[in-house]
């Protein structure tokens, strides 16, 4: 979170707080993508309002479970995408899917309170072998479930019965160009009809059930080889049926040189650079606050729960699930304040904290705009 975020954030705590206290409802924005949370339960109310507290003060206990949480449902991909961990090689984990007993387990301890879950992290999650059992028990809770994927099987029948069986509140479909070969250029060996062909599948599903879920959300990075296309965005997601359209600048990641080869990817026009630069250095900001570990931690494929998921070699795990840990004796055990306390305090010791994604640009969302193409996911998406 920025100041000027937190700012905004304090200036609304009074409404906010007669809302989710009172109401029981809860509007937001989560990079671009409008959501309301409705007739919450009294201990999903409580910890909204105990997590907001400890925002102000980032207490090294945790005064609530998490509201937001990421799962990483496979660490392979079928792609080698310039700047991911994984298509460059950098993942140092065993290439493994989630279990789905571990997702079940954690899911039910954190579902209750949770407002989004992530299914996905430093792999393709659609190439998960028990996807539909995933989802199915993700839906098990009221959050939005939120879903990304580079399209490439989701137009695999099996994929594509698992989506509209057990749907997520939104299917983010990763497309980086308009055309095979500008596609391809970041989504390496990415073929664009397989991900459009999914989408028209499933449009149609939507249509024939009378359903608005999941979702479809056409996500693009604005890059140096694709910046030509821009104008052409909305016109293209209208036509292959998607709902929601965002667009995106590319982040950085914690690699030993984070700024090579991010530099050839960065388009012309400054709006769509997520960072500001000074004879092609970053440069610092020094507003941002950080509050991942004490709200949004991430659970790995095999367990390992870490406080970030930049942290991607789980160099600083919070602890790690098994039949004899849970996840609440991790989230409030000595060794998660440890990790809150350095993050918090000595952030500059841990490589993924100095080159955070989210540290030196304007606005901790990475997607900047926003085009609605079905306006009724502003009134049908209530969770």
């Excluded at 207490?59 to 990421?70: F, T």
């Excluded at 839906?139 to 490439?152: I, K, P, W």
């Amino acid at each position: 979170m920025k100041v000027h975020e937190r700012i905004k954030a304090i200036c609304r705590a009074p409404r906010l707080t007669w809302d989710i206290l009172v109401r029981g409802l809860y509007c937001f924005v989560y990079d671009q993508m409008p959501m309301t949370i409705r007739d919450m339960s009294l201990h999903k109310r409580i910890n909204l309002f105990r997590s907001g507290v400890n925002l102000l003060h980032r207490r090294l206990q945790a005064w609530s479970m998490p509201l937001h949480m990421q799962f990483e449902l496979t660490n392979y991909c079928n792609l080698q995408c310039p700047v991911c961990p994984t298509g460059i090689k950098a993942i140092e984990r065993k290439p493994q899917a989630m279990s789905p007993e571990i997702f079940q387990q954690v899911i039910d301890e954190v579902g209750p309170y949770l407002l989004t879950a992530s299914l996905w992290g430093w792999g393709e999650p659609n190439l998960h072998p028990q996807l539909q059992q995933i989802l199915k028990a993700a839906r098990r809770h009221r959050f939005a479930v939120l879903l990304s994927t580079n399209g490439q099987n989701l137009h695999d029948e099996k994929v594509i019965n698992a989506i509209i069986e057990e749907p997520p509140t939104y299917l983010i479909v990763a497309i980086d160009g308009l055309t095979d070969e500008t596609n391809s250029t970041f989504r390496k060996g990415a073929k664009l009809e397989n991900a459009l062909e999914g989408v028209r599948k499933l449009a149609e599903l939507k249509r024939q059930r009378d359903t608005f879920l999941p979702v479809l959300h056409m996500r693009f990075i604005v890059m140096k080889h694709n910046q030509h296309q821009v104008h052409l965005l909305q016109e293209f997601a209208e036509k292959h049926h998607f709902d929601l359209l965002t667009v995106r600048t590319l982040s950085i990641i914690d690699t030993a040189c984070p700024d090579k080869g991010h530099r050839d990817l960065l388009p012309d026009d400054a709006t769509f650079r997520a960072y500001t630069y000074n004879c092609q250095s970053r440069v610092p900001k020094k507003d941002f606050y950080c509050l991942e570990p004490f709200w949004f931690p991430t659970l790995f494929a095999d367990g390992t729960v870490v406080s970030c998921d930049q942290d991607y070699n789980a160099r600083l795990p919070m602890g790690r699930m098994s039949e004899s840990k849970d996840f609440r004796t991790i989230w409030f055990g000595e060794n998660a304040r440890k990790v809150r306390k350095t993050v918090r305090d000595k952030s500059e010791t841990l490589s993924f904290c100095r080159n955070c994604p989210y540290r030196d640009r304007e606005t901790t969302d990475c997607s900047i705009k926003a085009h609605i193409i079905n306006h009724n996911i502003l009134y049908d998406n209530l969770i």
